[in-house]
């Protein structure tokens, strides 16, 4: 008990004093994390609209496995990524492997089913409602996909801090393709993975905290967005 | 922009699961003129409106306009039964569909600024349009409506939340919208109201075509007994 009360105490010091490990870990674990989020939101936002505008043969399947998809266990895709990037796998020439970007990779792979499953949700929605009026008005499929994108935004913002939330948290997928390398790949989760086993409970808790807080404002701000949303206010 | 338009259908069908909906209906529209739409509910009035806009799908027959489908639609308008508000501002709604037709952001600002005013909403003009009262969107979605000028305008009761002060300025604003050119195609429960607009009649019962003319002998001397009941208010069967 004295260990994690005296632990607290020092985490709490390390954050004052802004620590220059945990300041880098976290930068880090941020730079990944966001990366992954905008490439992610890239692909999944507009796929995910066009997924509620579109009728297409296949529609049914590809909304299956997108949520089928989204429930991949974050270790099996850092085995995957692994396995594409090590040496002698296809991509290993990149020699990309042990390296943020193969973090980066691999959160992309865990968040974009996600953010692209919540923005279906919504967009379908928003589609049903637009619906009549956007056909009406003899809109081009490009800009019925853009006004819904606009109009949606609210809730594609609310998708893209859900994956975000997940990236920032994942320690299975980055421990595996990252491989927690200090001063290299070392971030919040790994960090504090790491940190716990070697008994240290300073430093871990003090990331601890951090990845708290992070995931807190992740959801206040989900939370407040889709308040707004309800309100109709914007 | 006055090449104007005229339909007809031919042996026009909806059928859904099965069940026939509406029709077969034979009707020639002319290209100009107040065309109100009546019937008690069910009838088949809101179907044959999206029909003749080409946002239903038609089971069988044709519907022609004199103009290409594409360009027919284009150069038409429709307000919905239950008005669609975007989730914007009252003056972006009255903006979007001269933005999507590509006009210059100064005219943009200019015809809003016309429409706000006629429809009575300048007041209003940066309040979510989903916050407006029930009146107030069917305004809005009328103004939306005309701001790009159409060539034939449909109306799904439009009057059907408003005041009586509200329904004679709109029904003076359409009187001068059919004035300078625009055909319209209505529907009302309001047979006062139809009354006073209309050109001619169709009047729908049971998902058919069961009469059509000019208002002023319909509403005089209805042919059949359905509608000289409906007229009068009494249950149609
Ligand atoms: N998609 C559909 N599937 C099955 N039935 C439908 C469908 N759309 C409309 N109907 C039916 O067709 C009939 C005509 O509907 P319509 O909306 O045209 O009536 P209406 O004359 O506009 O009535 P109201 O005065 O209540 O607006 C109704 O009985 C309705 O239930
Ligand atoms: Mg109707």
Known sequence: MNDILSGIQAAFWLIVTLDADLIEITLRSLQVSLSALVIASVLALPFGTWLAVRRFRYRRATIATLNALMGLPPVVVGLIVYLLLSRSGPFGVLGLLFTPTAMIIAQVIIITPLIASIAHQAMRELWAEYHDLLISLNTTKRQRIMTLIWDGRRALLTAGLAGFGRAIGEVGAIMIVGGNIDHATRVLTTAIALETGKGDFELALGLGFVLIALALLVNFGIHSLSKTEREGRW | ?237
């Not at chain 2, 859904?16 to 529209?29: A, C, H, Y």
């Not at chain 2, 029909?51 to 022609?64: A, P, W």
């Not at chain 2, 508000?85 to 943009?108: D, H």
């Open chain 2, 1 to 237: 922009m006055t090449h104007s338009m005229s339909v007809s259908l031919h042996k026009m069908h909806v059928k859904r699961r099965g069940k026939s909906i509406l029709g077969p209906i034979d009707l020639e529209l002319a290209p100009t003129g107040f065309t109100m739409v009546l019937g008690p509910n069910g009838a088949g009035k809101t179907t044959l409106l999206k029909v003749l806009h080409g946002i239903e799908r038609v089971s069988s027959g044709s519907v022609q306009w004199s103009v290409s489908g594409a360009q027919a639609q284009q150069e038409q308008a429709y307000v919905f039964q239950s008005p669609i508000m975007l989730r914007r501002s009252v003056s972006q709604n009255l903006a979007y569909p001269l933005q999507i037709s590509g006009i210059s952001k100064a005219e943009i600002t200019g015809r809003v600024e016309t429409w706000l005013d006629r429809i009575g909403l300048s007041n209003m003009a940066e309040r979510p349009a989903t916050r407006l009262s029930g009146g107030e969107r069917q305004k809005l979605a009328l103004g939306r409506a005309l701001i790009r000028d159409p060539q034939v305008l449909f109306l799904d009761e439009p009057c059907a939340n408003l005041d009586g002060r509200s329904t004679r300025e709109i029904e003076a604003l359409l009187l001068n919208t059919l004035h300078t050119g625009t055909r319209i195609i209505m529907t009302t429960h309001d047979i006062g109201q139809a009354r006073r607009l209309a050109s001619d009649v169709v009047f729908l019962l049971n998902g058919e075509l069961h009469e059509q003319g000019r208002a002023t002998e319909f509403f005089d001397e209805p042919k059949t007994p359905e509608a000289k009941a409906f007229l009068n208010g009494d249950i149609v069967e």
